[in-house]
């Protein structure tokens, strides 16, 4: 099914709706809700570039990647394998020697802080690189003022190896996939991204996030850092999941679901996993079904097991503490 065939399947869903007079004021919010998804769900496809994936093999020291795994597995109890502990061995990786979190930018003329001063739009070649805002710097010290493009591709953020959750989340997930990982790009309503791995040792999608050198600690945003989330959406190649009873157990203390009716998000997701697997062969799609239901099952359990202490979660160690309080994730 194309892209027009499901979007006019939707608007008539919503035309129905919106003859209902509860439902009146829904529409016009739902429909920018289900192009947000929508939109969002392209962001895996991305990690596909099989000449950026060589790209990728040729960044990462892949000797060291392997042993370090193969160390892991001969150590570990046996709850994961291989591949899990070469994500694990990546995430280690890239969180230490790899990328650089930016809170702000040092002065590239004297090293001094700088303080953010404002935001523009790309130059061409930085909007040819996939950057989409520009934030400016100020130095506190010889009051130059640069730039600092913020980018969402990953070709780019393999050289300039820095920037805050969403540089992080998309550089780290795409190196995954180059793995030969199957990979979720998790998109969080409350501006936070981050990953999530198949694991076949386990059976089920496991939460890594690459900031905080996190891995299966999917608490740690609502228990550990104190956020207030609404929704939590994965997104890879062949499933896109509605993931947020995996990250929020206790939503009367989350944000509200407001965005658009429950029906609307779960028949948005429907489409986009019909039309993904549309060219899968009738066995991996039934395969894709058992897992579909499995998880079903797991995120449904969530909601019946209750409060989970927090003592275990580490804080948020990434960002300032200013910029911390700001977005509501300096702890409870
Ligand atoms: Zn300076």
């Known amino acids: ?188 309503a409350e501006d936070h991204v981050w990953t999530e791995i198949y694991s076949y040792k386990q059976n089920r999608w496991v939460h890594v996030d690459s900031c905080e050198e996190s891995f299966d600690q999917p608490l740690i945003y609502e228990q550990g850092w104190g956020k207030k989330m609404s929704y939590c959406i994965g997104f890879s190649i062949d499933s896109v999941r509605d993931v947020s009873n995996r990250y929020i157990r206790n939503p009367e203390n989350g944000n509200p679901r407001n965005r658009c009716p429950e029906s609307v998000i779960g028949h948005a997701i429907k489409l986009l996993n019909e039309e993904f697997r549309s060219s899968l062969s009738e066995k991996d799609r039934s395969k894709l079904l058992d897992e579909d239901k499995r998880e079903e099952e797991e995120l449904l359990s969530y909601r019946t097991k209750g409060d989970v202490p927090s003592s275990a979660l580490p804080a948020r160690q990434t960002g300032s503490e200013g910029w911390k309080h700001e977005r509501g994730e300096a702890g409870n």
């Open 1 to 188: 099914m194309n892209f027009q065939a499901i979007t006019e399947r939707f608007v008539n869903i919503m035309r129905q709706k919106a003859a209902q007079p509860s439902d009146a004021s829904r529409p016009p919010e739902s429909f920018a809700f289900y192009h947000q998804i929508r939109q969002l769900s392209q962001e895996p496809w991305t990690y596909e570039d099989s000449e950026l994936q060589d790209l990728a093999m040729s960044i990462l020291p892949l000797e060291r990647l392997f042993e370090e795994a193969t160390k892991r597995e001969k150590e570990g109890d046996g709850s994961w394998n291989y591949q899990d502990y070469l994500i694990q061995s990546l995430l280690t990786w890239f969180k230490r020697e790899f990328f650089s979190w930016v809170n702000s930018p040092k002065c590239e003329r004297c090293q001094s802080d700088t303080n953010l001063v404002g935001a523009c739009g790309p130059n061409l070649e930085e909007s040819f690189q996939g950057c989409n805002n520009v934030e400016i710097y100020q130095c506190n010290s010889c009051s130059h003022q640069q730039r600092f493009p913020r980018y969402n591709k990953v070709r780019p953020l393999l050289f300039s190896r820095k920037g805050r959750c969403g540089e992080w989340a998309c550089c780290f997930t795409f190196l995954c996939r180059a793995l030969g990982t199957r990979t979720r790009w998790v998109w969080n």
